[in-house]
């Protein structure tokens, strides 16, 4: 092929990325600079290079790469446009390479697909989805407004739960912990256990209840699950924002969307930039200091539960607040709306080809094993060294020093077991038994009786 067959004729204009003027070019020239336009609606993927100059640049392989776009736009019809000089090709998402994505189930789905239809509409004008241009205005303000709802309540939880619940957490756990230090330690960091012994049952069942200093495993497993929800949700962000910078540029609002027969939009093409940039703004922006807000408050929450029961319900607590969105848009959005969004795509440009998809599977792959060791490395951190970081820091300066071996044996034993069934709980005071204190603080009771905070019972 020779440069002179994609050249543009002098005084004509430059062609827009989604068509090529009909008129600039005679004969079979034409065709070579609709093929041009064609490749050029795509970028060559992790290069953002042409596919018509990365096929200069590697001629051997795609030799046959332009001829096989003449092929595809061979029976290419014109579109009569109001100015004969303004006939361009229309050159659909089949003429490159790329693939549908349906659009989230959520607010930000919702938002996505009515920011960028509506707005589409109300500033060209033209009535393509038949539906009345208040009809647009009404939609694209109440998802508009449905988003501004949705980051208030998630803030304004986080907030709460930050002033109101973890903070106090966070103190009462260094109050016992400081407590634990004053009563039961010698000025020189010694261990009195006549002190511990003597210690009161109200205090030693708040030390010993705390998951962070007798539950390690326990913490560290659900700190582990919280971790992977926080990077499901960056991940998301990540991907949607990834998604939307694939979608090819346009300048021309009418190029953006894909309507079926009866005008409704379909399929999201292109994007201009100021659609471009409001969709990073609102969507992936609110999206990311959510998730960033969600990591360290809730990080921070389980650390700071005062038992076991409150390290469940704190974890459930935070996937309420993750559900917010998904909540605000089954409640509260039109089933029409809800049908719409099912039923659009979202066009980016890639490579679909088995090699690409070979080679992205390896690397997920690996980005997966590596996301494994990440948030091991991260919790085992946190709970040890991170504990000294400003802010996030629960217990700074935790000597491993709080856990409570014997406190949980004795919690643990069961008052009637399986061999004492015939006789456990016995009438008066035929049940009750003495316990005698040694020096050392330990107590000298009868073979098989147990402690709890009510006094020492027998089995029999």
Known sequence: SSPQHAAVRP???????????????????????????ASSLCSTPGRGVPVTQYVAMKPAPL???????????????????????????????????????????????????????DTTEIISHNDVDQLAFCTNWSRLSFTVLSLCINYVIQFALLYCAWVYLVTPAVRNIQLI?????????????????????????DDRHALCNLPFTNGYPAVFIILSLWWMTILFEFRKTYKLLRNIIMVRPTRNL????????DGRARRILALVKPIRWALYVTICGGKLLISVQLA???????CASADYS????????????????????NAMFP????????????????????????????RELREGLAYYLFIVLFVWFYLGAGQDLPLIGVLP??????????????????????????????????????????????????HGAIVNASGFYTHG
């Open 254 to 261: 009418d190029h953006q969307l894909k309507h079926d027969d």
């Open 63 to 117: 030799a046959s790469k332009l001829d096989q776009d003449l092929e595809k736009l061979e029976g290419v019809d014109m579109e009569s446009m109001d100015n004969e000089d303004n006939q361009e090709f229309s050159i659909s998402a089949e003429d490159v390479d790329g693939m549908d994505l349906d659009l989230d189930g959520d607010v930000y789905g919702a938002g996505i697909f009515s920011i960028v239809c």
């Open 335 to 362: 089933e029409v709306m809800k049908d719409n969004l099912r039923k659009a795509k979202l066009f980016i440009c890639m490579d679909t080809s088995i090699a690409p998809e070979r080679r992205r599977l390896t």
């Open 397 to 446: 300066g935790y000597m491993n020093d709080a856990s409570c071996p014997e406190y949980w044996r004795k919690m643990s034993m069961p008052v009637c077991g399986w061999e004492k069934r015939g006789n456990c709980f016995p009438f008066g005071q035929q049940g009750m038994v003495t316990c005698t204190q040694l020096p050392d603080g330990r107590l000298d009771c009868p």
């Open 177 to 201: 912990y400081g407590k634990f230090h004053a009563e039961v330690f010698e000025n020189d960091g010694a261990f009195n256990r006549t002190k511990w012994a003597t210690w009161l049952d």
């Open 11 to 37: 005084g004509s204009a430059a062609p827009e990325p989604g068509g090529v003027r009909a008129g600039a070019l005679p004969g079979h020239q034409t065709m070579w600079a609709a093929s041009t336009a």
């Open 310 to 329: 409150e390290l469940l319900l704190n974890s459930v607590a935070l996937e309420f607040i993750i559900l917010v969105d998904e909540t605000i848009f």
């Open 296 to 302: 360290i408050t809730g990080t921070v929450w389980l």
